[in-house]
């Protein structure tokens, strides 16, 4: 069902409103395109206040593309621990590795492309963050629509279920083509702070006399159920001798790909052996995931090399897993003072 046209927002209204009240973000103090980036990328999954703190260490750590196209990717993962969606920071890595190849080579020279189709050649970059890019960073005329969009538009236009093609014709439609990245950024702005999902401030709106929902506000859009799939685990955690916990790096392609971690079992928790102590259970919620890891600890000390939590990038999961054990105030973890700990 197609949106039909009805009473015309104010452009001039909400750009006026984003100049005096929009938040004083670090990543809105630059014209670093590479910044841009890295903000819209963390931002896909991750909160603003969270975000902040991760943009800081991530522009600190690789403050150029090419600094990070010359890291390997355990470093760049490493500067992403705690921001989750793991997958995000290793196509990150490859944007940054195909950017700095030559044209002649399919890459970029060395500088981020500012064309709405080139960016969108990119790994890990859609049609949101290309449009964002473009827009914040090269004031391309492109209009992007994420979820603070997508509720401003369907309370405007008082539509239920917007689909995908009507959403981008009216970001499209309203996009103010003088002012392309401050007009995305107004919309974005008023969707996170007054136009938000549950208690709208609609007295605060710059254009609530243009919104043919503010009756009824929350009715529009009607949330999308996600189901959250729940998943028992288990994990047996062993020490070396110099009381380093034994952990490996998991594959690329599986749960918290790329991380270092105690081995993870999915399933009912086996009967185990007499120097297997039980030390506590630990729960981790992911968007679509509720996981329970029992946790056990070896007393025997394993021939193994392990690895100190610190010195490598670790799930906030894993980093649960080895702070229980530390907890549980054994001896072997000698390693787990709470000042070592990788837990940032």
């Given at each position: 069902?197609?949106?039909?046209?009805?009473?015309?927002?104010s452009?001039t209204?909400?750009?006026?409103?984003?100049?005096?009240?929009?938040?004083d973000?670090?990543?809105r103090?630059?014209?670093?395109p590479?910044?841009?980036l890295?903000?819209?990328?963390?931002?896909?999954?991750t909160?603003?206040?969270?975000?902040?703190?991760?943009?800081?260490?991530?522009?600190?750590?690789?403050?150029t593309?090419?600094s990070?196209?010359?890291?390997?990717?355990?470093?760049?993962l490493?500067?992403?621990?705690?921001?989750?969606?793991?997958?995000?920071?290793?196509r990150?890595?490859?944007?940054?590795?195909?950017?700095?190849?030559p044209?002649?080579?399919?890459?970029?020279?060395?500088?981020?492309?500012?064309?709405?189709?080139?960016?969108?050649s990119l790994?890990g970059?859609?049609?949101?963050?290309?449009?964002?890019?473009?827009?914040?960073?090269?004031?391309?005329?492109?209009?992007?629509?994420?979820?603070?969009i997508?509720?401003?538009?369907?309370?405007?236009?008082?539509?239920?279920?917007?689909?995908?093609k009507?959403l981008?014709s009216?970001?499209?439609?309203?996009?103010?083509?003088?002012?392309p990245?401050?007009?995305?950024?107004?919309?974005?702005?008023?969707?996170?702070t007054?136009?938000?999902?549950?208690?709208?401030?609609?007295?605060?709106?710059?254009?609530?006399?243009?919104?043919?929902?503010?009756?009824?506000?929350?009715?529009?859009?009607?949330?999308?159920?996600?189901?959250?799939?729940?998943?028992?685990?288990?994990?047996?955690?062993?020490?070396?001798?110099?009381?380093?916990?034994?952990?490996?790096?998991?594959?690329?392609?599986?749960?918290?790909?790329?991380?270092?971690?105690?081995?993870l079992?999915?399933?009912?928790?086996?009967?185990?052996?007499?120097e297997?102590?039980f030390?506590?259970?630990?729960?981790?919620?992911?968007?679509h995931?509720?996981?329970?890891?029992?946790?056990?600890?070896?007393?025997?000390?394993?021939?193994?090399?392990?690895?100190?939590?610190?010195?490598?990038?670790?799930s906030?999961?894993?980093?649960?897993i080895?702070?229980?054990?530390?907890?549980?105030?054994?001896?072997q973890?000698?390693?787990?003072?709470?000042?070592?700990?990788?837990?940032?």
């Amino acid at each position: 069902m197609s949106v039909v046209a009805l009473s015309r927002l104010s452009q001039t209204n909400l750009l006026d409103w984003y100049d005096e009240h929009k938040r004083d973000l670090p990543w809105r103090n630059t014209n670093d395109p590479w910044a841009i980036l890295l903000s819209e990328i963390l931002l896909q999954q991750t909160q603003v206040s969270r975000g902040i703190v991760y943009w800081q260490r991530m522009i600190e750590t690789f403050p150029t593309i090419e600094s990070m196209a010359n890291s390997h990717v355990d470093k760049v993962l490493k500067a992403w621990e705690g921001a989750g969606y793991y997958s995000r920071a290793r196509r990150l890595h490859a944007l940054s590795q195909l950017v700095m190849l030559p044209s002649s080579e399919g890459g970029f020279d060395g500088s981020l492309p500012s064309s709405h189709e080139s960016l969108l050649s990119l790994p890990g970059i859609g049609p949101y963050t290309s449009a964002a890019v473009a827009s914040i960073a090269f004031g391309q005329p492109f209009a992007c629509v994420d979820g603070n969009i997508k509720r401003v538009m369907a309370r405007q236009q008082r539509v239920s279920e917007p689909s995908t093609k009507d959403l981008q014709s009216w970001a499209d439609e309203h996009l103010v083509r003088q002012r392309p990245g401050d007009w995305n950024q107004a919309l974005m702005e008023l969707g996170a702070t007054v136009c938000t999902p549950q208690k709208p401030q609609c007295h605060r709106c710059p254009i609530q006399s243009s919104c043919e929902g503010k009756d009824t506000p929350t009715a529009y859009p009607i949330p999308k159920k996600t189901t959250v799939k729940k998943a028992t685990l288990w994990t047996c955690v062993e020490f070396d001798r110099q009381g380093n916990p034994i952990i490996s790096q998991r594959k690329p392609d599986g749960l918290f790909g790329g991380l270092w971690g105690p081995q993870l079992h999915e399933g009912e928790v086996p009967d185990m052996k007499s120097e297997q102590m039980f030390v506590g259970t630990v729960e981790h919620k992911l968007s679509h995931r509720s996981l329970t890891v029992h946790v056990y600890m070896s007393t025997r000390l394993s021939s193994q090399v392990g690895r100190h939590p610190s010195g490598v990038a670790m799930s906030v999961l894993d980093q649960k897993i080895i702070e229980i054990v530390r907890k549980s105030g054994h001896e072997q973890t000698s390693f787990g003072k709470k000042d070592d700990m990788a837990h940032r």
